[in-house]
């Protein structure tokens, strides 16, 4: 609120007819009450990242400091009216998110926010397409304190900061010299150089990635035609369900299956639900609609990214009739697989992707070799054990691979 003064002899006094309700400005959507338009159902229009927000330490002159990372997207009735949440009104019912006011406003706030001492320095668009409008629904913010204002190049008169404003198009493949093959050699050679940039490298990868996950989680679902449509990982869950359910009737049980069966219906829903919000921070809603439509397919096995602080490029757990794996989205193998795998491939080319498929290709490739080196470096006995463990686990994939066992067939799938 802004209070004006006015004289009054010797005194002052409050112009009550001058006084002007000014709203917070929040870029990250996380808040009610702003300055953004809120027609468009209840909460707040972002919902935050799980695991935001991330720290990322910068060293400066022998020191490391902390600088936070935080992260958020758009919430799905914010985009689609028909959403059960949703309440546009009327005149924006049907309606692209994009056009209405609160789609405008986010749009006035594209891009990555940079806070110095929590007060925001630059907002920077060049961490985005700049041709996808739905870049408009996710944004990033970057806190950093001001013993970084060199690393960051903060200017004179602190209205920007030149070395961030050159990381968001950074691209370790443009900046190859010959003879140089991965990002290592580039890290190596701007360190060498005395390039600003190579301190801010890890930033970056937490940027990148954060806006990788978030990327997917905006895009709008296609609308179906001519009846339900299947997808190859719906296809993949059920018949990991099929095989599962066939092991139970052959006596193999496991934590998932003697989990369910010792509790309620109540107590297996409430246990999913701490899994996801607690450990993985999935906004409620967005749990229990996970859970719901996990129980409507009758599957065994859930699949989601959760960042976690783990070398483990994916987590187990058996939770109450289903196993759940959670691909950490901090490893380098959600980067270099999960990611390729699951773009929007719409508007690709075939070089594109191609590319993509021989990207996927060597990341599957370097997989194995890991597990190999892995492998090597054992001792007698672990060595035995551990290639036991691969024994095991190559007949678990037959089983699961097997497309000839008539457990399953695509079009049973509803």
């Known amino acids: 609120m802004c209070v004006p003064l006015e004289e009054e002899g010797d005194s002052l006094r409050v112009s009550e007819e001058a006084i002007i309700t000014v709203r917070p400005n929040d870029p990250l959507y996380l808040m009610g009450g702003t300055s953004c338009p809120e027609n468009f159902g209840e909460g707040p229009m972002f919902t935050e990242l799980e695991g935001s927000p991330f720290v990322v330490p910068v060293k400066h002159d022998g020191v490391a400091y902390d600088v936070k990372v935080r992260a958020s997207y758009a919430r799905p009735h914010v ?7 949703a309440s546009w009104p009327e005149s924006w019912q049907g309606r692209d998110g994009g056009h209405t006011e609160w789609g405008k406003h986010a749009d006035a706030n594209l891009g990555v926010s940079l806070v110095r001492a929590h007060r925001e320095l630059q907002l920077d668009t060049s961490w985005t397409s700049g041709s996808d409008p739905r870049d408009r629904w996710w944004t990033v913010e970057i806190d950093f304190p001001t013993a970084l204002d060199e690393v960051f190049g903060v200017t004179n008169n602190k209205q920007g900061a030149t070395t961030f404003q050159r990381l968001g198009n950074y691209d370790y493949r443009r900046e190859l010299l010959v003879g140089e093959k991965g990002p290592g050699d580039v890290r190596r050679r701007m360190l060498g150089d005395g390039d600003p940039r190579v301190y801010l490298l890890d930033l970056h990868k937490q940027v990148r990635s954060c806006i990788r996950v978030m990327q997917p989680r905006v895009r709008k679902a296609r609308q179906r035609r001519g009846g339900r449509t ?16 066939r092991r139970v009737q052959d006596g193999h049980l496991g934590g998932s299956d003697k989990a369910g069966a010792e509790a309620s219906e109540d107590e297996t829903r409430q246990q999913q639900t701490l899994s996801l919000t607690e450990r993985h921070h999935l906004a409620e809603s967005d749990a229990l609609e996970r859970i719901d439509e996990t129980i409507r397919s009758g599957n065994r096995v859930r699949w989601i990214r959760s960042a976690q602080a783990s070398p483990a490029f994916f987590d187990v757990e058996s939770l109450p009739n289903v196993i759940q794996v959670a691909l950490n989205t901090g ?4 980067t270099h697989l999960y990611e390729v795998l699951h773009p929007e491939l719409d508007d690709l080319g075939e070089e ?31 060595r035995r054990k551990v290639r036991d463990a691969r024994l095991e ?12 066992d008539g457990s399953l067939a695509p079009t049973d799938l509803v």
């Open 79 to 85: 985009r689609d009216s028909s959403h059960p949440d």
């Open 230 to 245: 299947v997808t190859e990982e719906q296809q993949a869950d059920a018949k990991a369900t099929a095989v599962i359910k």
């Open 331 to 334: 490893h380098p193998v959600h």
């Open 352 to 382: 594109e992707l191609k590319a993509r498929l021989d990207k996927v290709s060597a990341a599957f490739r370097l997989l194995i070799y890991a597990w190999a080196r892995y492998e090597e470096e054992q001792i007698s006995p672990e």
């Open 393 to 404: 686990w190559g007949k678990y994939a037959e089983e699961f691979f097997d497309e000839d």
